[in-house]
Each structure stands twice: as C-alpha cells, then as structure tokens.
Nanobody
Framework: VQLQASGGGLVQAGGSLRLSCAAS????????MGWFRQAPGKEREAVAV????????LYADSVKGRFTISRDNAKNTVYLQMNNLKPEDTAVYYC?????????????????WGKGTLVTVSS
C-alpha cells in the first residue's frame, strides 16, 4: 500500500485543519488505518486509528474531543479533522495502514507508512 498524506500547514491556536491520506496499490478496505505524529525531539505517538469499515475508532487521550478520524473507502482516503488546535499539537503527522485484525493505538501494528505532513500551531 502506498500512502500519501496532505493537508498540513501553519495555523493559529484554536484553529482547525483537515489532513487527508490517499492510499493506492492494494484494497484499501482490507486495512485498519491510523494517524501518528512526531514532534521535534520526541518519540512518535499514536493519534487515532479507525477500523476497516469505519465502525470503530480509538483516540489518544490528548486529542479526544478535538480530533476526528474518518475514512471513505470509495475514495481510498482516510481523514483527520483537527479542531481547537494547540501549540503542543505541532508535529509531523503520518498516516499508516495495518493488516492486523486487532485495532490498537500501536505503531508496531502498522505495516505501511506514508511520508509525513507538517502541522505547526502557533500560540
């Protein structure tokens, strides 16, 4: 699976952004999808994951109530709607795909990774 993330940029605190990740190469609906992020000097962390059908989602505590993950299997795309952004959300955001059946906020479950897109939130 090839993954291409887009939609990052510079936004003020309290603002919103929507990230998109387009998949190609294999059957998109066979994979759970996830968003992860890595801030400067920090380890990569899970943000949100979504099941193959979109019926189940998991979120990191730090983004619950502010971020929403969704997918459109007809468009082979997964989205991350980010609202009420905070400076601590500044990071490179990566999308990833998992062939495992178990849905979890775990980067080790992911089989494929896209190149990241930078999100910068100014205070």
């Amino acid at each position: 699976v090839q993954l291409q993330a887009s939609g990052g940029g510079l936004v003020q605190a309290g603002g919103s952004l929507r990230l998109s990740c387009a998949a190609s190469g294999r059957t998109f609906s066979n994979y759970d999808m996830g968003w992860f992020r890595q801030a400067p000097g920090k380890e990569r962390e899970a943000v949100a994951v979504i099941s193959r059908t979109g019926g189940a989602t998991l979120y990191a505590d730090s983004v619950k109530g502010r971020f929403t993950i969704s997918r459109d299997n007809a468009k082979n795309t997964v989205y991350l709607q980010m609202n009420n952004l905070k400076p601590e959300d500044t990071a490179v955001y990566y999308c990833a795909a998992s062939a495992l059946v178990l849905l979890a906020l775990n980067s080790g479950n992911m089989n494929y990774w896209g190149k990241g897109t930078l999100v910068t939130v100014s205070s």
